[in-house]
Nanobody
Framework: QVQLVESGGGLVQPGGSLRLSCGAS????????MGWYRQAPGKQRELVAT???????NYADSVKGRFTISRDNAKNTVYLQMTSLKPEDTAVYYC????????????????WGQGTQVTVSS
């Protein structure tokens, strides 16, 4: 089994910054893409940013130029640096990873973290 644990959420004023972290642990052989998604009240979960094992990134249009995704492969950790935060960024942010488990290296399994709340408000 693999666990993803997020941290770094909280309350911030508009224009402020936060850095989210998500560490993966457990029976990991390798990790393919990692990413961040968010879900605001009454809305569907949406992609924020993804990063491949080779550090190729992809961003939602709404966060381009404000958010930066990065990863530390040695630590099985992905980060999301968020700047110029807006009230519309308020949501629960979820970490996602495509993991090849040690017990079955022929399959990529999709894992999710428990979510961390980000609230942007004055």
């Amino acid at each position: 089994q693999v666990q993803l644990v997020e941290s770094g959420g909280g309350l911030v004023q508009p224009g402020g910054s936060l850095r989210l972290s998500c560490g993966a642990s457990g029976s990991i052989f390798s990790i393919n893409a990692m990413g961040w998604y968010r879900q605001a009240p009454g809305k569907q979960r949406e992609l924020v940013a993804t990063i491949t094992s080779g550090a190729r990134t992809n961003y939602a249009d709404s966060v381009k130029g404000r958010f930066t995704i990065s990863r530390d492969n040695a630590k099985n950790t992905v980060y999301l640096q968020m700047t110029s935060l807006k009230p519309e960024d308020t949501a629960v942010y979820y970490c996602n990873a495509g993991v090849v488990d040690r017990g079955n290296v022929w399959t990529v399994n999709d894992y999710w973290g428990q979510g961390t709340q980000v609230t942007v408000s004055s």
